[in-house]
């Protein structure tokens, strides 16, 4: 065998090999991906601007197996009528929630929050103060003015067993691909 031949034997090795590497890695991503996450679309406005309608997200159905939601997570749940939703957590188990002239309040004091998450204009059943069991949570939609969640009774405090899991990455649009952080 002469050198050019030896030359294009090994050129020829080494792209069969980065080729099966780059299948392995974009297999092993999709395994990982498909197996602890769950495809969402979302439909309407009430979480924009985070998330828009159609818009694809991946829910990591292991989140919540070990551990609870936090404060701000953005999660998905079942309704009562079988519908999955998507909400921010507001309230946590144990809490006294209350919205007081478009402030929310978590045991008498004013939530503090980043992007205006502390206020909303329609109190709802919150007009009153609302105790969370050991197992429920208060849910809001981050576009308030257009959201159906825990401030109405048709969804009212969510259980913990309601919650399918966070959400974790936008997937589509490709152009708006990022990880949600809560």
Same mark, same amino acid.
Not at 58 to 63: F, G, I, Q, S, T
Not at 64 to 84: A, H, K, L, N, W
Not at 93 to 118: H, M, R, S, W
């Given at each position: 065998?002469?050198?050019?031949?030896? +030359?294009?034997?090994?050129?020829?090795?080494?792209?069969?090999?980065?080729?099966?590497?780059?299948?392995?890695?974009?297999?092993?991503?999709?395994?990982?991906?498909?197996?602890?996450?769950? +495809?969402?679309?979302?439909?309407?406005?009430?979480?924009?601007?985070?998330? +828009?309608?159609?818009?694809?997200?991946?829910?990591?159905?292991?989140?919540?197996?070990?551990?609870?939601?936090?404060?701000?997570?953005?999660?998905?749940?079942?309704?009562?009528?079988?519908?999955?939703?998507?909400?921010?957590?507001?309230?946590?188990?144990?809490?006294?929630?209350?919205?007081?002239?478009?402030?929310?309040?978590?045991?008498?004091?004013?939530?503090?929050?980043?992007?205006?998450?502390?206020?909303?204009?329609?109190?709802?059943?919150?007009?009153?103060?609302?105790?969370?069991?050991?197992?429920?949570?208060?849910?809001?939609?981050?576009?308030?003015?257009?959201? +159906?969640?825990?401030?109405?009774?048709?969804?009212?405090?969510?259980?913990?067993?309601?919650?399918?899991?966070?959400?974790?990455?936008?997937?589509?649009?490709?152009?708006?691909?990022?990880?949600?952080?809560?």
């Amino acid at each position: 065998m002469d050198f050019y031949q030896y +030359e294009e034997t090994n050129l020829l090795r080494r792209a069969v090999n980065w080729i099966v590497d780059i299948i392995l890695v974009i297999a092993f991503a999709w395994f990982t991906v498909y197996t602890f996450g769950t +495809e969402i679309k979302i439909a309407g406005h009430s979480m924009s601007p985070v998330l +828009e309608s159609n818009d694809v997200v991946l829910m990591n159905r292991l989140a919540y197996d070990f551990g609870s939601p936090d404060r701000f997570d953005i999660v998905v749940f079942q309704r009562e009528d079988s519908r999955e939703n998507v909400k921010r957590v507001i309230g946590l188990p144990g809490e006294t929630v209350q919205i007081i002239e478009g402030i929310i309040y978590i045991d008498g004091k004013p939530l503090e929050a980043e992007n205006g998450l502390e206020s909303v204009s329609l109190a709802g059943l919150a007009e009153n103060p609302v105790k969370l069991l050991e197992d429920e949570y208060f849910l809001l939609g981050d576009n308030r003015d257009s959201s +159906e969640d825990s401030r109405f009774i048709n969804i009212g405090n969510v259980k913990k067993e309601q919650i399918l899991g966070k959400v974790w990455i936008r997937i589509l649009p490709v152009t708006d691909f990022s990880l949600i952080g809560s």
